[in-house]
Structure formats: structure tokens, C-alpha cells
């Protein structure tokens, strides 16, 4: 009896042990699910009379908690403060300063830049073709203009075009890759028009991120990166997988670097896609062709999806600097690379010479690219109808622009070739002042139109500022003091411990001048203050 | 001993059960798990030479399994298909016909509508200042550029701007719209510009999109829709609940339908958005006031976030009719509703009588939001920088067109009538001629552009056309006979063994007519060989 008393008793212990481990599991699962659900309950009961009661269907609690995660610095809160201190300036109110420098973004027109007068010509022409009469217009610019019309349903650019782009935008625009890139074939049913380089990027990231949890597509980017890339991460719901750029060698990018990341990556995503931004974006440099190659090498062997962000590719001001693009250098390297290694390069019309973001224009050429995926591609940007066709006409003569036997041509070439004279000059500019600061150092300007320097900031002001970087604290400390408004480096990423903004190189010689004396008078006096 | 045995027995049941049901659970969950992956593993290993026998990165095996799911029929294989018919015919190969008519799109200008006179003058003159001193151009087109440019970065289209849209052209929809509501208050801060109704759309959906299984967001949407909301709930894995439209009482929308498809859908996901596009788009219908008043009650009872698509506003052509905008209705209904109801309305710059496509603007203005929503929703847009400045233009110019005082008030007064008058006889002519045709029943069109007329069609077509609805069959063979591009009701969604097409009224009334008999004389014949 005693034996099977005791039996009894084990047999109890395990039921209560199951018991527990059951009821344990489904509160786990309860609790997880509660968690994963970002909708909570209804917090009412409908009645009657519920309306009166009744609570926001879309709050903070129940909205996307992907677009929550979304960040992007080029427009956070330091830009918002600068419009708020725009408008206490026009209401009158005292401030140490009468202008708002915008030197967050680079919006070329904006800091004063003069549109080329061959595009907005032919721009005019196309809105209002009752011009087409007018003498005062060049030849060649009426020509363009017809052509265009020609190509857009019923002569007008109201119509929708073909989601994919104008044909013969797409046309020119394959013309424009095989002369820059010396004679390689590009196919126009490769290439897409797109609402600005962004919309290429979003599009091309909506269509390769899959997957759950470990499964998860990983997507390396640059830190410091543009943070387009993180907020479409984020939004996408993918994982960012950060590789360094090396700011001691001019933002250069080792390879034994994207090893190290993509390494680490594999334990808790799968990487599929490596995104390199050329000339860079904040950090101006311009890569080697030797570096664009060991990067091909590196994709083809890790299997990863390359997509090129090239929308800087006339801006290259440093001697001894070129642009080389992915795709030529790709196919410099031989069918084994050319035949195989997926690439998606972009462009835009809102950088380089010309600087027309309004116009929100580009283009993405896919390489390799998988014929069934394509379809989807199309179907996809389908569902949007097509991009603005004001910025096909626009990309158009961007990649067409008159040729030197047009009567356009002079001006032309005259106002693109002062724009990028002048920006090489404020490059050099920016980077020799900046470097004059105590506190402040700075690679060289080799590209694109940004400077990323590095400044040394105080312990109290890295100490003290709690919820707040301290890059942040010091570029808002600035704006209030100076009407200055940058992007602090946190906002694109930077290595731990180190601090940096981003400054457009845009405004006009003589403003980027005063600019760079007042940031120069602000961080000796922001050190000796928290010092 | 006896009784203990037989209690040791029951405890052994017990725990056998418990066991049994732990492992069940167990399994179901993983299997769960698996099914959620849509990422199928590597099928190969890495090796030096790997490079040679590398597969695509992205595949239809390995892209984003949402975006697979998005159809969208008005741009879907018919119109690819039309597409190359009119390649084929530049190339002389002989059809039975000798032009395709596109009626598959509400592309306005590409059907000979004219562009509004006053409108291109003012982007000419936005495009291309040096214009301001062209005596052709009247004096009020050049206040308005003048004004916008004023507003613009730098003074030029060419500038970004404020991420929800031009300062200025938001307060003047704010006014449009309370001009249109009688007076009903609209705060500019309310309204976001958009690149084409489509965008706001998506943007809004993507906001409200959250949680997962049976917590999933729901959204309601009318049957027949615009595949525009069916594409985007697809690319946001989010919950389609389909309501019907009522064909036998003109396309109404019966709140006891809504009703009926709310409680069905509550058992598998989480309805939280109702959609209403009205005028209704591809039915044509123009809701009553009642109807709108008993919808409104409807989504505050149910706690809906109201989506109304309102960019056929001003094409209302039946006699009785008018439009009722879901703001005015809401705040004619007292503050029970008006301080209450989440609503966002949604408007173009493509339809009405300007039907600008090609510049891809709009607006929306949202009411009631969350204030905190509200800086995610700007946050959000924000990444794309700004919606395209020659549109924001355009729909500045459409929502404060020349009053009667100013010197291009006549000629835009004249042109815009006449496009309407135009517009609302080839409505008339459509349901007439349609409903003379055996087989063939047509609601009449109250508004919008579009007739959704519902075909008969004989035993062998629905019968022997595997693989293909029996629409598209009936569609592609109309296409192949005589050139005419109609979608498939299938692309809209109809009610199960009915058969639809969507037609534009927007061919020139001459063509339009040519087009309805051959629908007719089709429509006959392929009646006969399919009986």
C-alpha cells in the first residue's frame, strides 16, 4: 500500500507538471501574440449611444508600427525648428541672426542655382505648345519639344505614358548609358523612369525584401549612409546590415569590411542585397574603378543583389578622381561577371549641373535582372500609373542635351560648365576652411555636394544632454545661434564616440563663405562653453 | 487494489492526453512557422568557383511574396496586348482594322480632350520666367506665376518643396474646399498634396495597415472597385472585405451590405477602414445624400477610419444628381459626427474637365486625424521629399481658376463647359446606344467616365475558356476583331457568374460612336458562335 501510495504520488507530480507547462505555454502565447498585435482591444463597448464616445481608430497605438520606425534626419526636427525660425523672422521677432541658411539638403535652386535655359525652354514649350509659333525660341529647342509631344498621347503631357516611361525617353536615355559608359550595350527595355532616384530605390527594395525572422532579406548600406535607405528598411520591415566606410582613408570602402558585416549578418538574416552609393552621399568621396571592381567580385561571390546609387555622376571635382559607373566596369570585367552579377544603377535629374528636384525625375537601368521578375517589376510600378511626365521631358533633355552644331549648345554648354566650376570651387573652399578649425577635421570634397567633417566635441556637451545626441544638441545650438541648419551626423550614422554633420556645399560663394566662418566662430565658442 | 489500479489507469489517460495535446500544439505551431516563410532555403553552396554556376539573387521564387499578389487590370495583359497591335499595325501588318482604341483608361488628353488654356500659360510661365515679359501671355496668368514662383525655393519649379506640398497652394485647396462645402472650415494644415490621387491612397492605406493573422486590418472596399485599392491592400498584405455593389438599383450602396460583410469579416481579421469611391469608379453612380448620411453613421457605429475617393467631383452629367462630398455631409450631421469620425478625402488633378494625368497631382485632406498620426503621416511623406512642383502648380491653378473679373476667366469659363457638356452627351449616348444591343444591360452613367455595362454571354464561352475568365476571353477576342481596348469585369470584381466590361466615354463623340456599333456588331457575332 505504502509502494502504491507513493506511485500515486510521482503520477500526481507529473500531471501537475504538465498542467503547469500547458497553461504556461498558452499564457506565452497569449502574451506573444498580445505583443505582435499592435491593434490593441477595443477599448468600448458599442451601444447606442457609443458615438459620442467613441475613441480614434488610427492612434499611435494602432497605426503601422512600421512607418513608426521610420526615420529621416535630411527633414527631422532640426529642419522643422529652421521653418518655425523662418517664420518668427518674418513675424519680426529678435533673433541673432536675419536669414535662415538651409545648408541641409541639397536643393540646388533653392541655394540660387540658375536652371539651364534649354530645359525650361523646351519645358515651356511642351506645357504650352501655342509657343511652338513663337520666334524668340532657338530651332533646336522647338524640335526637342515636337518630339516630345509626338511620343505623348494626343500631343500632350497631360495624357499618362507607359508606366515603364516614354519610349523614346527610354530610348535616349539607353543612348546616354552606352556613350557614357563607352560603347556597352544598354537595352531601353532595361530601363525604367522613375518620380526622383527615391522612388527607383523604394521600388527596387519593395520588390527583393522576403522572409521571416532569421529568413529576413538583409540589405548592406554605408554608415554614414543617406537615410532614404534606413527609412525604406524600416518601412519594408528588413534588416540593415551596417558596413563602415573608412573615414581615415577619405570614406574609402574595404572589402575585408563588408566581409566582417556580412559575416555577422548570417546569423540572424539573409543577406541579398549590398547598396553602394557612388559619388557619396553625405561623405563625398569617389570610389576607385579598383574599388568598384573588388565590390563586384565581392557581390558575385556572396550572391548578392548589387544596386548603385550614381546620382552625383557629373559631380566629380578632385583631381585625379573619376566617375566610373558599375555597370561599365562590370562589363570591363568579363562575361563571368557581366553574364551574371545583378545590378540596378540610378539616376535622377535633381543632382549633377542641372539640380531640378521639383521636377522629381530619374531613371533605374536593371542588369542581369531575372526575365519573370521583370514582368513583376512592371506590374508593379503599373499600379501607379507612370511617373510625372513634366520630369520624363526633363530627364529627356538630360540625357540628350543639344549637340554642339545647335543653336543651343553655346548657352548650354556655357551655364552647365559654370555650375560645376563652381561647385568644384566651393568643394575646395569648404574643405580647406573647415579644416582651419580647431576641433573640426574633413576629408576632401572629392564628389557629390555634401562635406561630413568630424568635430571634436567638449565632455560636458557629450555628457550632459540626456534623450539627445550630442550632434543633434550642438546643430540645434548652432541653428538658434546662427540660422545655420545642418544635419547632424547621427541622423546618416557614424562609428561610436565619433560626432559629425553634413553640410550641403550650395550656397552661393559668397554666403558659403560667411557660413563657414560663422560654424568656424561656433564650435570654438560651443567648446570653450562646455569644456 | 482494485480501485488504486483502476485509478492509476485514468491518471495514465490523463497523462497520455496531456502529452498528446503538448506535442499537437507543438507541431501546429511550427508548422505555422514554416508556412510563413516565403523564403525557400539556398539551393547552393559557395565555392571558389561559384561564380560561374551562380543563380539569380532575386527570382519569382525569392521576391517579395506581396508584391506577386498585385494585379492591376487596367494596365494588366489586355493592354499589353494592345500595345503590340499597335506595333504591329506601324509595322503594316494588315488587322481587321486600322487604329486601336484605347478605352480601357481614363486618360483624357490622350483622346483628344485640350488641355485648359489658362493652366499651360501659367506653367509655361512657371517653367520659363523670361516669359513674364511676353506681352501674348494675359496679365492674370502672370500675377498667378508670379505668386507660385514667389513661393518656390529660389523662385523656381526646380526647388523641392515642403514635404506636404507648396505652403500657399495648401491654403488654396483649403479654400476651394470650403467654398465647395458651403462654408464648412478646412485648416490648410489638413491637407497633404500628392503625387496623383493613387499616392495618397497607398500612403494613407499604409498608415492604417497593422498587426497580423486575425488581427490583420481590414478594408472595406466596394465591388466593382478601382484595382488601385485591391494592388495596394495585396503589396500591404492587409485584409480585403468586399461589399457589394447593388447593379439591379444603379450601383447603390446599401448600408445593410456593408452590415453583412463587416460581421463576416470580423471573424478573420480586423475591419477598420471603409473605402467609397463617389462618383464611383467603374460603375459610374452618384451617391445621394441619404446614402452618404447612412454611411457616415454606419463606420462611426462600427469605429471605420472613412476613406472617400472623390476625384470624379465635377463629373456629374444625370439630370437629379449632384455631389454630395463626404466632409459636408459629416458636418451638416452635427458635432455628434463632425468632431468624431476619422475621414480622408482624396483629390486629382487627372479627371473633372482639366484631366491633367501626366502631371501626377492631387491632394488629400484628412479630418479628425490624431495628432500624433498626424506627425507620423508627415513624417512619412517626407522620405519622398515632396510631391512633383509642376503638379502642385496645375492643382493650384484648378482649385483657384480665373474669377469672372479677370482677363482669361472667359476662355477658361468656355472651355471647361464645353468639355463637361461634351463629356455628359457622350454619357447619354453610351447607356442609350448599349442598352439597344441584345444582351447587354447599362446602368446610366451619373457621373465619373467610365459605363460598366453587364454582357450575356452564351454556355461555350464561359464554358470551354480555361484558365481565362470568360470576360478577358470575351475582351481579348473584341480586342483582336476590331482594335477597342475595354478591361474585363474580372478586374474589377462583379458578383460570381455575371459578366462586366469598363469602358471610357472619352473617345471623341465621333470615334465613340464607331466604337459602340462595333461593340454591338461584336457583341452579336461572338453571341452566335458561342451559343
Known sequence: MVESALSNIYIYIYIYIYIYIYIYKIWVSSVGRRRVFSNPPPTHEMTENSVVHRGKVLTLGTMNPSVKRVEYAVRGP???RAVQLEQELKQGIQKPFTEVIKANIGDCHAMGQQ?????RQVLALCCYPDLLEDNRFPEDTKTRARRILQACGGGSLGSYSASQGIEIVRQDVARYIEKRDGGIPCNPDNIYLTTGAS???????KLLVSGEGSSRTGVMISIPQYPLYSAALAELSAVQISYYLDEENCWSLAVGELQHALEAARQYCRPRVLCII???NPTGQVQSRQCIEDVIKFAAEQNLFLMADEVYQDNVYADG??????KKVLFEMGSKYSDQVELVSFHSTSKCYMGECGFRAGYMEV???DPEVKVQLTKLVSVRLCPPVPGQVLLDLVVNPPLPEEPSYRTFFEERSATLAMLAEKARMTQQILNEVPGITCNPVQGAMYTFPRIQLPPKAIAQEKGQAPDMFYCMKLLE??????????GFGQRDGTYHFRMTILPPTDKLKIVLAKIKEFHQSFTEQYS
Open 199 to 205: 522612388d527607383g530605390i523604394t521600388t527596387m527594395l
Open 78 to 80: 532640426i529642419v522643422q
Open 278 to 280: 557612388n559619388p557619396g
Open 481 to 490: 545661434e546662427t540660422g545655420i541648419c545642418l544635419v547632424p551626423g547621427s
Open 115 to 119: 536652371p539651364i535655359t534649354f530645359f
Open 321 to 326: 578622381c573619376r566617375f566610373h559607373s558599375f
Open 367 to 369: 542588369v542581369n535582372m
